[in-house]
């Protein structure tokens, strides 16, 4: 709550209205970076329509001297900059906090709270006056209101003239023009409202070894370090921004040098089902390939992931999931595609995935995907969501290890062949459930059919019954054993605590933030979030180890629960539900109310708490 | 049992080509289809062109959808590397696989069924791409596998083995190929080796894609009268348009293209396509010519064979994508990795 008798520096929230295609997003950037830049934790969602121009679009800034940066619906100051939608926004502010709203035309009267105090500025009519031409007034408009935040929060302006000199050096106009916008809203705020509010910003240190970057950019940057050479993609919200990433990379990273080519091929398919078709033959011929894709393209791509498992093609998808079924909401965050992955296609199949929490692991586990799949020679996929993929998260800054190699699996060189007598393409020549394989144009003793229907472990196709066994078993084996592979789980034990909570993606930031609000409640509770699958022979020992673990996910039908219930063996009766699936981002209260309810149901709530 | 192979037993007398292979030496694993079936035909045709253009079998990739067509590619050149993927994908397997190793010579072996219905969209963006790969559609208008549907490519009134009439309009693949901009466009039939050997040379060495479309009589299920791809109507109704002989590079050009009726066309790679039109004034550099020649013969109930549309300087996807020369399977790692200098650098640009 805000509040005048609390210190509220550098731990508030504030959301920002306006209407998609008016240029808010850069303003929204500038707001990030002035505060990220004054050295304080800073997180940002942005709320967007599945539009192009004219509809709601919303920015939520956290800022929390402690790190907590997973989302929190308790807004202290609203930006109110679309009428539309005055009504919606005026009411989400907490009780004791600030609307800033364009005064250029009145406020309805209804719509005034007494608990909350109201910025009128005439934005609108300000820039009217100082700028020329409507589509220039309309994006300093937005500028304006950074300006009238700077004032009233206490934000460094010589941060924000810096910022923008970096950012417009070859169009110094342009500098002067927002800066005048940024003056407009910072002097009205100044004169007019006492400043700053008591929820403000104070300089720490807390950011230096941090960077800004969404889940998309970080993922399509491993790709281009672990050396991935073909991508192949289908539009699709939020998924595109991966392959856009990954172009962008490739042009400033894959040039020859000498002759200025690509050392790289992107194809924009014709479709999903085109895009992992593509991605299996460029891995069949020994390239780095991936695919970027959500829901409805991962439904697509089944019946190629059945080939790529069965025939044994390594390939990499990254799923990065919206709010299903069907289109369901393309611009809403959800992880409801985990049974679709991790048994994708028809038959008996199991995948192997991998489960990043925020743009860091994206970037790590990019890399990792390419090398588990060239060693299990099988497809990876690397399962986020739309808050990962697309908004702005603060992380530890990314780094490489020189050393790395990368892992090119079981692959024999001509050298190999020719010193074979013979080869047979899915013998388990190591006793590891992994064969041997070849690549086209390499040598013709490494020739053999690459096929989907029926062959036994010399490749050949059969339709015997111990023979297809033979093969289908071995490679059941080789994925049960990528399990020791795959990252695992990230725990916290908490000491003698009765009660586990296993969670999975993005959902961590707000879980550990709740598993504090907890304890500080003396409910203790030891956390593991599961980042790869098949699950890791801890996961389901941990759930045993407790007398209750919360399974907390973000889907309606609890698909990571039942997955645990199904995979590691441990008893469903241990594990209870906490689930949220809205469309936006998991917030620490929705896993302190669920973990509270499940307690109370089961009567373990200590008296006088929660 | 494509995995039975033929003795390898040589007669020292065999032809050899410039690499000192036999023809022997390219084919594949014994046929399962049906005796009399155009398909192998196809496969030997196949077989002679490659042996003939001295192409190193390892140095091929095989590629293939689902069907009957589809298992051929199991019967030609055991030395290669072969993938028989899902039902009408094919062109995106190769797609991907000509992308990571542009070396390779690609075949690709598809049937009406494959191309023509549940592979359509993928048949289409591949001639987009001008993927570099030969793709042969063996059309026998029915599905062979589930027993005589009728296919996408069957005429309407041909009549099915059981006596149903096919009231659906066909795709033409000529056509339908020529109209989204494919640049080696060609009709054979399977039975008539003569002239399919030249075009599937000329189809190999044309750099982007190069359809196919061979009929092949489905002796099983579509072989019988009232139908349009039968043998006998094939011989009856098909004509060739233009005769086609392919000189590959370095071979001493006869006295024959200097012959007035005579157009030579040099490939990418100084080999020469050359045509003599059959039919009066038919122009096979000339795409709406082409396509509106093949409306009229269609609209004849003529089949027009021969290589009719040739594009010879058309840029492949590798041009368009504007990538390297060298196959990007070849590029050592650490061409492909910026390095932890530049990764420090670019995240300035971050904060």
Same mark, same amino acid.
């Given at each position: 709550?805000?509040?005048?008798?609390?210190?509220?520096?550098?731990?508030?929230?504030?959301? *920002?209205?306006?209407?998609?295609?008016?240029?808010?997003?850069?303003?929204?950037?500038?707001?990030?970076?002035?505060?990220?830049?004054?050295?304080?934790?800073?997180?940002?969602?942005?709320?967007?329509?599945?539009?192009?121009?004219?509809?709601?679009?919303?920015?939520?800034?956290?800022?929390?001297?402690?790190?907590?940066?997973?989302?929190?619906?308790?807004?202290?100051?609203?930006?109110?900059?679309?009428?539309?939608?005055?009504?919606?926004?005026?009411?989400?502010?907490?009780?004791?906090?600030?609307?800033?709203?364009?005064?250029?035309?009145?406020?309805?009267?209804?719509?005034?709270?007494?608990?909350?105090?109201? %910025?009128?500025?005439?934005?609108?009519?300000?820039?009217?006056?100082?700028?020329?031409?409507?589509?220039?007034?309309?994006?300093?408009?937005?500028?304006?209101?950074?300006?009238?935040?700077?004032?009233?929060? !206490?934000?460094?302006?010589?941060? *924000?003239?810096?910022?923008?000199?970096?950012?417009?050096?070859?169009?110094?106009?342009?500098?002067?023009?927002?800066?005048?916008?940024?003056?407009?809203?910072?002097?009205?705020?100044?004169?007019? %409202?006492?400043?700053?509010?008591?929820?403000?910003?104070?300089?720490?240190?807390?950011?230096?070894?941090?960077?800004?970057?969404?889940?998309?950019?970080?993922?399509?940057?491993?790709?281009?370090?672990?050396?991935?050479?073909?991508?192949?993609?289908?539009?699709?919200?939020?998924?595109?921004?991966?392959?856009?990433?990954?172009?962008?990379?490739?042009?400033? %990273?894959?040039?020859?040098?000498?002759?200025?080519?690509?050392?790289?091929?992107?194809?924009?398919?014709?479709?999903?089902?085109?895009?992992?078709?593509?991605?299996?033959?460029?891995?069949?011929?020994?390239?780095?390939?991936?695919?970027?894709?959500?829901?409805?393209?991962?439904?697509?791509?089944?019946?190629?992931?059945?080939?790529?498992?069965?025939?044994? &093609?390594?390939?990499?998808?990254?799923?990065?999931?919206?709010?299903?079924?069907?289109?369901?909401?393309?611009?809403?965050?959800?992880?409801?595609?985990?049974?679709?992955?991790?048994?994708?296609?028809?038959?008996?199949?199991?995948?192997?995935?991998?489960?990043?929490?925020?743009?860091?692991?994206?970037?790590? %586990?990019?890399?990792?995907?390419?090398?588990?799949?060239?060693?299990?020679?099988?497809?990876?996929?690397?399962?986020?969501?739309?808050?990962?993929?697309?908004?702005?998260?603060?992380?530890?800054?990314?780094?490489? !290890?020189?050393?790395?190699?990368?892992?090119?699996?079981?692959?024999?060189?001509?050298?190999?062949?020719?010193?074979?007598?013979?080869?047979?393409?899915?013998?388990?020549?190591?006793? !590891?459930?992994?064969?041997?394989?070849?690549?086209?144009?390499?040598?013709?003793?490494?020739?053999?059919?690459?096929?989907?229907?029926?062959?036994?472990?010399?490749?050949?196709?059969?339709?015997?019954?111990?023979?297809?066994?033979?093969?289908?078993?071995?490679?059941?084996?080789?994925?049960?054993?990528?399990?020791?592979?795959?990252?695992?789980?990230?725990?916290?034990?908490?000491?003698?605590?009765?009660?586990?909570?296993?969670?999975?993606?993005?959902?961590?930031?707000?879980?550990?933030?709740?598993?504090?609000?907890?304890?500080?409640?003396? *409910?203790?509770?030891?956390?593991?979030?599961?980042?790869?699958?098949?699950?890791?022979?801890?996961?389901?020992?941990?759930?045993?180890?407790?007398?209750?673990?919360?399974?907390?996910?973000?889907?309606?039908?609890?698909?990571?629960?039942?997955?645990?219930?199904?995979?590691?063996?441990?008893?469903?009766?241990?594990?209870?539900?906490?689930?949220?699936?809205?469309?936006?981002?998991?917030?620490?209260?929705?896993?302190?109310?669920? &973990?509270?309810?499940?307690?109370?149901?089961?009567?373990?709530?200590?008296?006088?708490?929660? | 049992?494509?995995?039975?192979?033929?003795?390898?037993?040589?007669?020292?007398?065999?032809?050899?080509?410039?690499?000192?292979?036999?023809?022997?030496?390219?084919?594949?694993?014994?046929?399962?289809?049906?005796? #009399?079936?155009?398909?192998?035909?196809?496969?030997?045709?196949?077989?002679?062109?490659?042996?003939?253009?001295?192409?190193?079998?390892?140095?091929?990739?095989?590629?293939?959808?689902?069907?009957?067509?589809?298992?051929?590619?199991?019967?030609?050149?055991?030395?290669?590397?072969?993938?028989?993927?899902?039902?009408?994908?094919?062109?995106?397997?190769?797609?991907?696989?000509?992308?990571?190793?542009?070396?390779?010579?690609?075949?690709?072996?598809?049937?009406?069924?494959?191309?023509?219905?549940?592979?359509?969209?993928?048949?289409?963006?591949?001639?987009?791409?001008?993927?570099?790969?030969?793709?042969?559609?063996?059309?026998?208008? +029915?599905? #062979?596998?589930?027993?005589? $549907?009728?296919?996408?490519? /069957?005429?309407?009134?041909?009549?099915?083995?059981?006596?149903?009439?096919?009231?659906?309009?066909?795709?033409?693949?000529?056509?339908?190929?020529?109209?989204? #901009?494919?640049?080696? +466009?060609?009709?054979?039939?399977?039975?008539?080796?003569? $002239?399919?050997?030249?075009?599937?040379?000329?189809?190999?060495?044309?750099?982007?894609?190069?359809?196919?479309?061979?009929?092949?009589?489905? +002796?099983?299920?579509?072989?019988?009268?009232?139908?349009?791809?039968?043998?006998?109507?094939?011989?009856?109704?098909?004509?060739?348009?233009? $005769?086609?002989?392919?000189?590959?590079?370095?071979?001493?050009?006869?006295?024959?293209?200097?012959?007035?009726?005579?157009?030579?066309?040099?490939?990418?790679?100084?080999?020469?396509?050359?045509?003599?039109?059959?039919?009066?004034?038919?122009?096979?550099?000339?795409?709406?010519?082409?396509?509106?020649?093949?409306?009229?013969?269609?609209?004849?109930?003529?089949? /027009?064979?021969?290589?009719?549309?040739?594009?010879?300087?058309?840029?492949?996807?590798?041009?368009?994508?504007?990538? +390297?020369?060298?196959?990007?399977?070849?590029?050592?790692? #650490?061409?492909?990795?910026?390095?932890?200098?530049?990764?420090?650098?670019? $995240?300035?640009?971050?904060?």
């Amino acid at each position: 709550m805000a509040n005048d008798d609390i210190d509220r520096a550098n731990d508030f929230a504030l959301k *920002i209205g306006t209407v998609n295609g008016t240029g808010s997003t850069s303003a929204n950037a500038m707001l990030m970076q002035v505060i990220f830049r004054m050295g304080v934790p800073v997180s940002g969602k942005n709320l967007f329509p599945s539009n192009i121009q004219g509809l709601p679009t919303w920015y939520e800034i956290r800022v929390n001297k402690h790190g907590h940066l997973a989302r929190t619906p308790d807004f202290d100051v609203m930006v109110a900059m679309n009428a539309e939608t005055y009504a919606r926004d005026i009411e989400e502010v907490v009780s004791g906090g600030y609307v800033i709203y364009d005064s250029t035309h009145p406020l309805d009267e209804e719509l005034m709270r007494d608990d909350v105090t109201f %910025f009128g500025v005439p934005f609108a009519k300000m820039c009217l006056e100082r700028f020329k031409g409507a589509r220039v007034r309309i994006l300093m408009k937005n500028i304006a209101y950074v300006g009238t935040l700077a004032a009233l929060l !206490d934000m460094d302006v010589d941060l *924000i003239r810096e910022m923008l000199a970096e950012k417009f050096a070859s169009k110094p106009k342009l500098i002067d023009s927002n800066m005048q916008a940024i003056s407009l809203g910072y002097d009205y705020a100044r004169e007019n %409202f006492e400043c700053p509010l008591p929820v403000r910003m104070e300089p720490m240190d807390a950011t230096s070894d941090s960077v800004i970057l969404t889940g998309n950019t970080a993922a399509a940057l491993g790709c281009v370090y672990a050396g991935a050479t073909v991508g192949a993609w289908y539009p699709i919200t939020p998924a595109t921004s991966i392959m856009d990433a990954f172009k962008e990379f490739c042009g400033r %990273f894959r040039k020859d040098p000498e002759t200025g080519k690509n050392l790289y091929c992107i194809v924009q398919a014709e479709d999903e089902l085109a895009a992992i078709g593509i991605v299996i033959g460029a891995s069949w011929c020994g390239a780095r390939a991936f695919t970027n894709t959500s829901g409805p393209g991962l439904s697509l791509m089944n019946e190629f992931l059945g080939l790529a498992y069965y025939a044994e &093609v390594p390939a990499v998808v990254f799923d990065v999931q919206r709010a299903g079924p069907s289109t369901g909401m393309p611009t809403r965050t959800q992880q409801g595609d985990l049974f679709t992955v991790v048994y994708a296609s028809h038959g008996d199949t199991k995948h192997i995935a991998l489960f990043p929490a925020d743009p860091e692991e994206c970037f790590y %586990f990019a890399v990792s995907a390419f090398d588990i799949a060239e060693r299990f020679q099988t497809p990876v996929f690397v399962v986020s969501d739309l808050d990962i993929g697309m908004n702005d998260w603060m992380v530890p800054r990314l780094e490489w !290890d020189e050393d790395y190699t990368p892992d090119r699996g079981k692959v024999l060189t001509a050298k190999d062949l020719e010193a074979m007598e013979v080869f047979h393409r899915y013998e388990d020549v190591d006793g !590891d459930g992994i064969p041997y394989r070849t690549l086209p144009g390499v040598h013709a003793k490494g020739a053999y059919f690459t096929r989907g229907s029926g062959h036994d472990r010399y490749g050949r196709y059969t339709e015997d019954t111990e023979a297809y066994k033979d093969v289908v078993d071995r490679i059941a084996r080789k994925i049960e054993s990528a399990a020791a592979a795959v990252p695992e789980p990230e725990v916290r034990m908490a000491i003698d605590a009765p009660f586990g909570l296993v969670t999975i993606g993005a959902c961590r930031g707000a879980v550990l933030e709740a598993l504090e609000q907890l304890e500080a409640d003396d *409910i203790e509770i030891s956390y593991m979030r599961v980042r790869g699958f098949p699950f890791h022979p801890s996961v389901g020992q941990f759930i045993n180890d407790h007398e209750i673990t919360f399974v907390v996910e973000q889907n309606r039908d609890g698909q990571l629960l039942k997955l645990l219930t199904v995979e590691t063996g441990a008893s469903k009766d241990k594990m209870t539900s906490v689930k949220y699936y809205g469309g936006f981002s998991l917030s620490a209260h929705h896993v302190v109310q669920g &973990v509270t309810e499940a307690l109370e149901r089961a009567g373990r709530v200590p008296a006088g708490k929660v | 049992m494509t995995y039975i192979t033929k003795p390898a037993v040589r007669h020292p007398a065999l032809e050899k080509n410039a690499l000192g292979l036999t023809r022997r030496d390219y084919e594949g694993a014994m046929s399962t289809l049906c005796a #009399g079936c155009g398909h192998d035909s196809i496969t030997a045709s196949i077989i002679q062109a490659f042996f003939e253009l001295a192409i190193p079998p390892h140095r091929a990739a095989k590629l293939s959808g689902i069907g009957c067509s589809s298992k051929a590619t199991a019967y030609f050149m055991n030395e290669a590397h072969g993938f028989n993927g899902v039902h009408g994908r094919m062109p995106a397997i190769a797609t991907g696989a000509n992308a990571a190793n542009r070396d390779l010579v690609y075949i690709g072996i598809s049937g009406d069924g494959d191309s023509l219905s549940i592979g359509l969209g993928q048949l289409c963006h591949a001639i987009r791409r001008n993927v570099n790969m030969l793709y042969v559609l063996e059309n026998n208008g +029915v599905y #062979g596998l589930t027993k005589g $549907q009728f296919s996408a490519s /069957a005429d309407v009134g041909t009549v099915s083995k059981r006596g149903e009439v096919n009231r659906h309009g066909p795709i033409d693949p000529v056509s339908l190929a020529l109209t989204v #901009g494919a640049t080696f +466009v060609a009709r054979s039939f399977s039975g008539d080796r003569k $002239q399919l050997v030249p075009i599937l040379k000329a189809g190999l060495t044309h750099r982007g894609f190069a359809i196919v479309d061979v009929i092949s009589p489905c +002796v099983t299920f579509n072989d019988h009268e009232g139908s349009t791809k039968s043998y006998a109507h094939t011989r009856t109704h098909s004509y060739e348009v233009v $005769q086609t002989d392919f000189v590959p590079l370095m071979t001493e050009i006869t006295a024959e293209q200097d012959r007035d009726d005579v157009t030579a066309v040099t490939m990418h790679d100084g080999s020469t396509v050359m045509f003599r039109s059959v039919a009066e004034d038919y122009d096979p550099t000339d795409r709406d010519a082409a396509l509106s020649f093949l409306r009229a013969s269609q609209a004849k109930g003529e089949v /027009a064979t021969g290589l009719l549309y040739l594009e010879d300087s058309s840029e492949d996807m590798h041009a368009f994508e504007n990538t +390297v020369d060298r196959p990007l399977v070849d590029v050592p790692f #650490g061409d492909l990795c910026p390095g932890s200098a530049t990764l420090e650098e670019l $995240q300035k640009e971050w904060r």
